[in-house]
């Protein structure tokens, strides 16, 4: 048997470490490239969200290069990941002559359960301690691996060379692959902290930007053109408000001692903006751009892929919010057709505009005092 799964950030570092050290053989998961998508996009429907033909094209490169089981993951509820794993499992199907197996790790009924059991047939001579600790190193990995993006975002733009905070980021974060503990992956994540803290001017204010939106499209850079690190690049602090170690941390543990409701978590947070769980992330959209606006943030940018119904719903609220918070906001609907350059181009107008309104103000405040 051998295992592929999507590509989605850097996901790939704590998934293969725990395939590894559970001796199950997998096919790495190509990187996200032009022809990911044209193959994704030829087996989809034309109107599919781009996460399903990203996705599907990743499944289908991995089938090229030998896997013969297929994990995905479904079960978002009122969107379409909820049948992701249906629809997708029937294209390749259709693609596929050899006998294969498709797994769908449920985050509705749990996602530690489900992704339990697959590990348990994956390596049947494992045992259950071996699999719950190779689990929760994952999940540490993931959280080290959010927070040393997180210091990337926010000593990047106080440093004279955000560039070289982002090269620590990209070779620090790849040496988690070789961590054996808990302990060694906590001594990388501080070791990468002190040197960017080294790096930066802690008294500089740079412009503060809250990146919310889809999942997928806010964490994979290749469908986002890398716009943490652009922004970075233009001396702009951006928090990413969608974390993949919370997800996976609320999901597991918190969600197996009862401590962790989705619909409700968001909820308080997006009133009156915002009343229901639409599906998707976007009631979480609602409530931290509503977040962003009581907190003192520049701006924001609210990303999501063409057509996806939760993030489109919550725009409606997002165009109040900024309204009423007089928070300016940039939205970017993105497809397989959006184009590098004019998204760097509508982010850098964006942020041009939020740095003169940050100058007219400090100019309004001094000719007041
Ligand atoms: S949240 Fe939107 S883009 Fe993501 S799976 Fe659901 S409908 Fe598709």
Known sequence: MKVVYPHMGYLNIPINHMLNSLDISYVPTPRITKRTVEIGSLHSPESVCLPYKLTLG???EGIDAGANCLVTICGAGKCRL?????????SVSKVMSEPFSFYAINTSTGLFNSLYNFLRKASPRSSRITIAYSIAKAIKMLKAIDTMNDAKNYYGPRSSNP???IDIYKTNVTKLDKCQSFKEIEHIKDQTLELMRSCADETMKPLKVGLLGEFYVVVEP???????????KLGVEVKRLVSTADWAYAQTLLRALKLYNEETEHLDGARPYMNYHVGGEGLKTASEALRCAKNGYDGIIHAYPFGCMPEVVSEYALKRITADFDLPMLALSLDEHSSGVGLTTRIEAFIDCLRRRKTQRIRKNAALL
Do not use: A, C, M, S
């Open 222 to 232: 290749y469908v986002n053109f890398e716009i943490e690190d652009t922004l970075v």
């Open 58 to 60: 990743n499944l289908l």
């Open 82 to 90: 909820g049948f992701y794993n249906t629809v997708q499992k029937i």
């Open 163 to 165: 560039e070289l905070l």
